[in-house]
């Protein structure tokens, strides 16, 4: 078994982002990743999902793990330029999205002036 083929086996064996990051070798804050551990997993998680679909060929393991880790670092600088709210990636804040402003067209606009009052030479209104 080749150095890459031992370390494909040991990526499929991670279980905490840290042992993504030390096998993939990408440099990391911890606490980038103590706050945002789960969102970072998730996209990581997307991002490796869609690799390689439909490959004619079965791809090597350095091919791989090289995506793997190019996959890595989109995901943990995603959370260090934005937060779990710009991307609200799980459903729970998903369903919390604001709701966009709706449009309104100019032609539905209408402008309501107050009823004008008539006074007589009293000053009464009538």
């Known amino acids: 078994m080749s150095a890459l083929t031992s370390q494909l086996e040991e990526f499929r064996r991670c279980s905490t982002a840290e042992q993504y990051f030390d ?3 990408v440099d990391y804050d911890p606490r ?3 706050v945002n551990r789960l969102h ?19 791809v090597s ?4 793990l090289r995506d793997y880790r190019a996959a890595l670092i989109r995901a943990y ?16 804040l998903k369903d ?16 309501e002036r107050p009823a004008t009052t008539q006074t007589d030479e009293k000053g009464q209104q009538r």
Do not use: Q
């Open 77 to 92: 600088e995603a959370f260090t330029t934005a937060t779990a709210l710009d991307h609200r990636l799980f459903k729970v």
């Open 32 to 34: 980038v990743v103590a």
């Open 96 to 111: 919390r999205a604001p709701e966009p402003a709706g449009f309104v067209p100019m032609s539905e606009i209408t402008v």
């Open 23 to 25: 096998l993939l070798d």
């Open 40 to 58: 970072i997993l998730r996209f990581f998680a997307e991002e490796i999902a869609g690799l390689h679909d439909g490959a004619d060929a079965e």
């Open 61 to 64: 393991p350095e091919v791989l």
